[in-house]
């Protein structure tokens, strides 16, 4: 059981704070419910008894928060080319709760974003999962939400950088390879 104050994440709507604990009367129904205040002047009802069913959960430490930017640091892990299966993988990671997961499908989406573009459900998607994600880091690290959503970027920035060999370059490679085992002059001709 959590307490006012305490700084929980529901898995759907991200990181807040229980602001209060009230009991209300929905369908004939009385239960004790946590009001949780999420940035942006929302609040967020959830049924006490339901809480941990739902998926929610106290915040990461802040020693855990490299862990979670290390995740945004690697290379993509692989994913369905079906858009659908992808989707629905991407939505049940989400749907854990895990910072670990949820930061998954951020970078994932990121770098597919960067090298093809997204469809207009997985940007709406990625801009869930980065919510959800910003909104955890800022309560764990004590920053600001620009400060955090400064970091992230840069962490995917970084890894897509390191993790992936510009179209030029990979082209320029792909030429010495041919020019090796062809031997070729720039007239049309191959030199033999």
């Given at each position: 059981?959590?307490?006012?104050?305490?700084?929980?994440?529901?898995?759907?709507?991200?990181?807040?704070?229980?602001?209060?604990?009230?009991?209300?009367?929905?369908?004939?129904?009385?239960?004790?419910?946590?009001?949780?205040?999420?940035?942006?002047?929302?609040?967020?009802?959830?049924?006490?008894?339901?809480?941990?069913?739902?998926?929610?959960?106290?915040?990461?430490?802040?020693?855990?928060?490299?862990?979670?930017?290390?995740?945004?640091?690697?290379?993509?892990?692989?994913?369905?080319?079906?858009w659908n299966k992808r989707y629905r993988d991407n939505m049940d990671k989400m749907r854990s709760g895990n910072i670990y997961e949820v930061a998954d499908v951020v970078r994932n989406l990121s770098f597919k974003q960067k090298e093809k573009g997204l469809s207009t459900g997985e940007k709406k998607m990625l801009n869930n999962a980065k919510q959800i994600l910003v909104s955890e880091l800022v309560l764990a690290e004590h920053a600001s939400k620009e400060e955090i959503e400064k970091l992230v970027d840069n962490k995917i920035n970084v890894s897509f950088e390191e993790n992936r060999i510009p179209v030029e370059e990979n082209i320029e490679i792909n030429k010495n390879i041919v020019s090796k085992f062809i031997p070729f002059d720039g007239t049309g001709t191959s030199v033999n």
């Open positions: 059981m959590f307490n006012v104050g305490d700084k929980i994440v529901h898995p759907m709507h991200g990181a807040g704070t229980i602001s209060a604990i009230e009991e209300k009367n929905i369908c004939n129904e009385t239960e004790q419910y946590y009001i949780i205040s999420m940035p942006g002047e929302v609040k967020v009802m959830v049924p006490i008894a339901k809480a941990e069913q739902i998926g929610v959960r106290s915040i990461i430490n802040e020693a855990d928060v490299p862990k979670v930017l290390g995740i945004l640091e690697e290379d993509e892990t692989e994913m369905s080319n079906n």
